[in-house]
């Protein structure tokens, strides 16, 4: 056995990384994101930013997302489905690094792209992932002392989630149990 | 009978580096080195060049180091060995030499280039390629010295079966020192392969000048000459006695065979079907190897150094990739050849050799099938034929395992090479929507490659801090464990849209854990610690809220 260890594997390692991000990411049910990853363009970033979002480096993660957004937008013009992934991921970087009023902009952005794809009937994927952008937002309003929006969200949400996923999902009742919160953040308020 | 002289008259290395190294399992058994310096001291009658230290004993130590993986230790032990061989000699009339020079015993010289040898394959294996080249070179210099090949032509014994194991004894060493020399240029090459991609991987177009595209293709013109002078000086038989220490010996019959060679052509072949563009001379070394031995002196002379005529012309990508297919194709063919040709050495010496030797013969095959297997298995993967290549490495891995230390360097390839495969085959699970398969296959590649990293990263295994290839495995660590986590969802996902509520649901949780690791405990005065001024807690202002800027209608 031989070598300066692995200079050869690492170059298939890299075309593997991209290829493996080909395969699925989050959201993997969305072409968009699957088309995303597969862009030479795109993909070094948004496996950058995952890489940065798993080892706690928010703002560089953030960093990366924002120059593939760029390079998306410029490639594909504003609000397009490319985007999803790309704004998703950002929403959940700052949702959970508890950025709960910088989210609040790209869950919005999202939610204005899948609302569209959701009104079509027979849709559950899509119906599911806007639910689950609508929950998260919902929180996000409700962290912001913005009630009035996060009660909306939240019974988009439930809505959704009952009609795709039934009402003993576990997405379905966490959504009720928000929006409970909400309107009882509202009634107060 | 093929005089010393000649072997080493026509030994055309490169004018610049020679690099060397015995592949670094078969370094590690060095033995020839120094069993070597015995034989020719006796048949040389030259001067002993052990008073202050036993070369036997250095022998081993010097072994054991490589074997171990210690590198640095290796290294100061090796330039302690040289200092103290030059040290025994300095002071060495000369004797029919030139006026002044200090004339050296041809078997001192031959233990010194032994050692630049050991050393260069030391620094290799650190991944420092150019103090490899470098100590490489000198080892070249020292057997291409005059003096040196006039003391070995004057003291060649008359003896015809004494003359054979003098010239196997000089051999062993320069078939060595070629080996060692092509592998540190293959492995330049595949340091710049792995650049161009690296390039490709963070998005950025591959732009090769015309100085860095002639530099490239100097180098396959040196493995390519290196490979044929390797073949040539094997293609000479030598019977080799079996009461001989270094003649006779498992190695030194594993190296005179052609296995490896075949091993390198086979390496160089993947090298170059990873480069962007086609090497315009890329004709098959083996077969000119083969026409040169027929009908010139060894070596081959210029002509069959020539690069054969090009007309310079824009190749497509369809046919880069129809030249890379081919070049594939080729590493394959040479690799097995080189399987096949270890297979057969081993037992043709087994049916000669004592019964204690069969160990030593059965480990032999085990390096040479190991060292086969990595680059066998990384062509099988760019052939997607995953069954192949998971059966292959495994049984890379297994050979390895049995002839290595456990936490040798040398086995984290292997391990990189099977974690790069469980990550494809984790894919293509995944992609089939089997997530089960999927995580453990991503499971598998993250533990590999953990394994690897640990490896390259202990204390006592010395492998170059500063190489590229520890970001690079932490980041293959990250995407492992990221495929793995979305395999593990996915499999508890009923269905696609289940995973994506199961994803935000992870959110939340993930939100909620860091509330609560972020919310600080209320201290003594009642008052929430975000309402001091000096509060540490406090997460600062984000610098620049990219995303949000960035998305932001």
């Known amino acids: 056995m031989r070598s300066t260890p692995c200079v050869g594997a690492i170059v298939l390692l890299l075309v593997l990384a991209a290829s493996i991000g080909r395969a699925e990411t989050p959201a993997a049910t969305d072409p968009a994101m699957q088309e995303l990853l597969a862009d030479a363009e795109t993909a070094p970033e948004l496996t950058a930013a995952l890489q940065c979002r798993d080892s706690g480096d928010d703002d560089a993660a953030l960093a990366h997302l924002r ?39 790209p869950f919005e952005r999202s939610v204005a792209i899948r609302e569209p794809l959701a009104a079509e009937d027979n849709n559950k994927d899509q119906k599911v992932a806007l639910a689950s952008i ?7 309003y409700a962290e912001t002392g913005n009630a009035g929006n996060a009660v909306s969200a939240l019974t988009r949400a439930v809505d959704l989630f009952t009609a795709t996923l039934g009402e003993d999902h576990e997405a379905t009742q966490v959504a009720r149990r928000a929006l409970a919160t909400a309107s009882a953040g509202k009634g107060a308020g | 009978m093929l005089p010393v002289y000649f072997l080493l008259d026509g030994l055309c290395l490169p004018t610049a580096p020679v690099g060397s190294r015995t592949s670094g399992v078969r370094s590690a058994r060095l033995c020839p080195v120094f069993a070597l310096v015995f034989a020719a001291a006796v048949f040389l009658q ?59 015993p041809p078997a001192v010289t031959v233990a010194l280039v032994e050692l630049l040898i050991y050393r260069g394959t030391v620094e290799r294996r650190m991944g420092n390629l150019d103090a490899a080249e470098k100590t490489l070179t000198e080892a070249y210099k020292q057997v291409m010295d005059p003096e040196f090949q006039r003391l070995i032509r004057v003291l060649a014994p008359a003896d015809k079966e ?126 000119k190897a083969t026409e040169d031995a027929g009908g010139s002196k060894a070596g081959g002379g210029d002509k069959a150094r020539q690069p054969e005529a090009v007309v310079e012309r824009v190749e497509t990508p369809v046919e880069r990739e129809q030249q890379a297919k081919s070049q594939r194709r080729r590493a394959v063919g040479y690799l097995e050849k080189s399987r096949d040709l270890a297979r057969q050495s081993i037992e043709l010496a087994k ?58 360097p040398e086995l984290a390839r292997p391990l990189m090479v099977s974690a790069e495969l469980a990550m494809q085959e984790g894919s293509a699970a995944y992609a089939a929507k089997d997530f089960v398969t999927a995580e453990k296959k991503f499971q598998q ?62 959110a939340l949780a993930r939100s909620e854990n860091a509330k609560k690791s972020r919310t600080p405990a209320k201290p003594a005065d009642g008052k929430p610690a975000d309402e001091k001024p000096a509060d540490a807690a406090k997460k600062p202002p984000a610098p620049a809220k990219p995303a949000t800027r960035a998305t932001a209608p």
């Open chain 1, 134 to 140: 609508l929950l998260l937002l919902g929180k996000a």
């Open chain 1, 67 to 105: 120059r593939a957004n760029a390079t998306v937008k410029k490639k594909h013009g504003p609000n397009n489905l490319q985007q999803l992934p790309i704004l998703e991921l950002a929403g959940e970087i700052l949702f959970v690094g508890g950025r709960y009023a910088e989210a609040v902009t």
């Open chain 2, 162 to 287: 004494q003359l054979e194991q003098y010239l196997v004894g000089l051999k062993l060493p320069l078939l060595q020192l070629l080996d060692n020399g092509t592998e540190v240029l293959i492995d330049r090459l595949r340091k710049f392969n792995y650049e161009c991609q690296a390039q490709v991987a963070a998005g950025a177009a591959v732009e090769i000048t015309a100085e860095q595209k002639q530099e490239i293709e100097s180098l396959f013109q040196r493995v390519d000459m290196l490979v044929r002078t390797s073949i040539q000086e094997r293609q000479y038989p030598l019977t080799v006695s079996p009461d001989d220490p270094a003649a006779g010996s498992p190695w030194a019959r594993m190296m005179l065979g052609q296995a490896r060679p075949y091993r390198l052509i086979g390496m160089r072949y993947l090298e170059a079907s990873r480069l962007p563009w086609t090497v315009p001379f890329d004709a098959d070394p083996a077969s």
């Open chain 2, 445 to 506: 590649s993250v533990t590999e490659l953990r394994r690897a990293k640990s490896i390259l990263e202990a204390d006592d295994s010395e492998f170059d801090p500063d190489s590229p290839l520890h970001p690079v495995l932490a980041d293959l660590i990250v995407k492992s464990q990221f495929q793995q986590g979305q395999s593990r969802q996915g499999a508890s996902a009923a269905s696609a849209a289940d995973a994506a509520a199961r994803r935000a649901l992870a």
């Open chain 2, 46 to 104: 030259a001067r002993p060049a052990a008073a202050q230290f036993d070369l036997a004993v250095e022998r081993e130590l010097l072994g054991k180091l490589l074997q171990d993986g210690h590198y640095k230790q290796a290294l100061a032990e090796s330039r302690r060995v040289e200092e103290a061989l030059v040290g025994q000699t300095a002071g060495t009339p000369a004797k029919p030499g030139k006026k002044g020079k200090v004339t050296r």
């Open chain 2, 351 to 408: 049916s000669v050799e004592h019964a204690e030797e069969k160990e030593v013969f059965l480990q032999e095959e085990a390096r040479i099938l190991g060292e086969t297997g990595i680059p066998l298995t990384v062509l099988a993967m760019f052939g997607s034929d995953a069954a192949s290549a998971r059966k292959l490495i495994d049984q890379t891995v297994e050979a390895l395992s049995s002839t290595e230390q456990s936490n040798h």
